[in-house]
T-cell receptor, first 114, second 114 residues
Framework: GAVVSQHPSRVICKSGTSVKIECRSL??????MFWYRQFPKKSLMLMATSNEGSKATYEQGVEKDKFLINHASLTLSTLTVTSAHPEDSSFYICSARDSGNSAFFGQGTRLTVV | AQSVTQPDIHITVSEGASLELRCNYSYGATPYLFWYVQSPGQGLQLLLKYFSGDTLVQGIKGFEAEFKRSQSSFNLRKPSVHWSDAAEYFC????????????FGKGTTLSVSS
């Protein structure tokens, strides 16, 4: 099956700094990628839909100025958590849709803000 | 609004015993239903999906799920559980056939005892 790679898998940053998370489709082109957030013992919550070459569509309640999404190429979408705070600590997962309309998930990124 | 309910937060079964994880959904149109498995600190792996047709769906790792429209359910089953099946299981309803833009249930943690 198709492979989606997220980097980094874990990151610890200081409060107030920004962190960039990359989501790459390794063997297919993805015009659409999705970013999810998972809280401990909670389900995944869709944050935004990332479309190549256009602005991301954010779900209600997600701050677009805080969670910047860039989908500059057909194989890469990035999520930047700006001015991170401890409450932003979470597990972030991306998924990418291939030309066959199947979605594949990355392995996730554990963000800890101290 | 679409929603997914997984009534069981945590289930423990003995190795070799059968398993059923419950999932109920609320969706106005034809549901696209999915089951994912997540190992600790990892991304999600698709077990199986239902779009239409045969209501009994076979998936990977010996899992199957049955769609029952009258009960708005899509329960996951496995006849004989292995210790390696211990993980978090998520039921999800997709807003489209691609399985993207998913709405997840809160998950069921499966523990396997020897």
């Amino acid at each position: 099956g198709a492979v989606v790679s997220q980097h980094p898998s874990r990151v610890i940053c200081k409060s107030g700094t920004s962190v960039k998370i990359e989501c790459r489709s390794l063997d297919f082109q993805a015009t659409t990628m999705f970013w999810y957030r998972q809280f401990p013992k909670k389900s995944l919550m869709l944050m935004a839909t990332s479309n190549e070459g256009s602005k991301a569509t954010y779900e209600q309640g997600v701050e677009k100025d805080k969670f910047l999404i860039n989908h500059a190429s057909l194989t890469l979408s990035t999520l930047t958590v700006t001015s991170a705070h401890p409450e932003d600590s979470s597990f972030y997962i991306c998924s990418a849709r291939d030309s066959g309309n199947s979605a594949f998930f990355g392995q996730g990124t554990r963000l800890t803000v101290v | 609004a679409q929603s997914v309910t997984q009534p069981d937060i945590h289930i423990t079964v003995s190795e070799g015993a059968s398993l059923e994880l419950r999932c109920n959904y609320s969706y106005g149109a034809t549901p696209y239903l999915f089951w994912y498995v997540q190992s600790p600190g990892q991304g999600l792996q698709l077990l199986l999906k239902y779009f239409s047709g045969d209501t009994l769906v076979q998936g990977i790792k010996g899992f199957e799920a049955e769609f029952k429209r009258s009960q708005s359910s899509f329960n996951l089953r496995k006849p004989s559980v292995h210790w390696s099946d211990a993980a978090e299981y998520f039921c999800a309803v997709g807003l489209n056939q691609a399985g993207t833009a998913l709405i997840f249930g809160k998950g069921t943690t499966l523990s396997v005892s020897s």
